[in-house]
Structures are given as structure tokens and as C-alpha cells.
């Protein structure tokens, strides 16, 4: 079989390569300069810190759950002792929810 300038460059277009050779050649760069291990580092360091916000979040939650079940115990021993319900504060109520 004999490859012609035609045949050659339908090949290297249909495997992509023009696509492909300079996405190689800047990760060569990368990996030579260091840039990918400080962005790797970067993404590690990004990703830690993403992890101790949503730990954050959670103890945030269960001290809110905490405060409202509190909250509700206290009204129904408010009730109990016979304080009035029009006397008693209103609740807190959401005007809008953020979908989380």
C-alpha cells in the first residue's frame, strides 16, 4: 500500500491528531516548568479547604437543629405551666427557601 500526501493527511486528520499534538506538547511544557505540580498542589489545597467548609456547615446545622429543638420543648413547657399561646412569642418563619 502506498500513502500519498492525500491518504497521509486524511489519516492524521481522522486520528485527530491536530486536536491531540498541542494538548501534549502543553502538558510537556507543564510538566517540565512545574506548573502541574503547583497547580495539582493548588487544586489539593482548594479541595482541603472546600472539605472544612461543608464540615463547617454541618456542625452549623446541628446547632441549629439543636436551638430549635430546644426552642420547642420550651413552648410546650410554657403551655404546660399555662401560659397562653397569645402571650407566647411567635415563631420565626422562612420568607423565602434556598435550594440547597
Known amino acids: 500500500m502506498t500513502f500519498t500526501p492525500e491518504t497521509l493527511t486524511a489519516l492524521v486528520a481522522a486520528l485527530g491528531l491536530p486536536v491531540i499534538v498541542p494538548k501534549l506538547i502543553d502538558g510537556y511544557k507543564a510538566w517540565r516548568s512545574g506548573r502541574a505540580q503547583q497547580e495539582k498542589t493548588e ?13 463547617q456547615i454541618d456542625v452549623e ?12 420543648r420550651l413552648r410546650y413547657m ?17 420568607k423565602g427557601r434556598v435550594n440547597q
Open 61 to 72: 446545622r446541628q446547632l441549629r437543629r439543636a436551638w430549635e429543638e430546644f426552642a420547642g
Open 43 to 55: 487544586n489539593r489545597s482548594l479541595l482541603a479547604r472546600v472539605i472544612d467548609a461543608e464540615k
Open 78 to 94: 410554657l403551655t404546660q405551666l399555662g401560659v397562653p399561646d397569645d402571650k407566647l412569642p411567635e415563631e420565626p418563619s422562612r
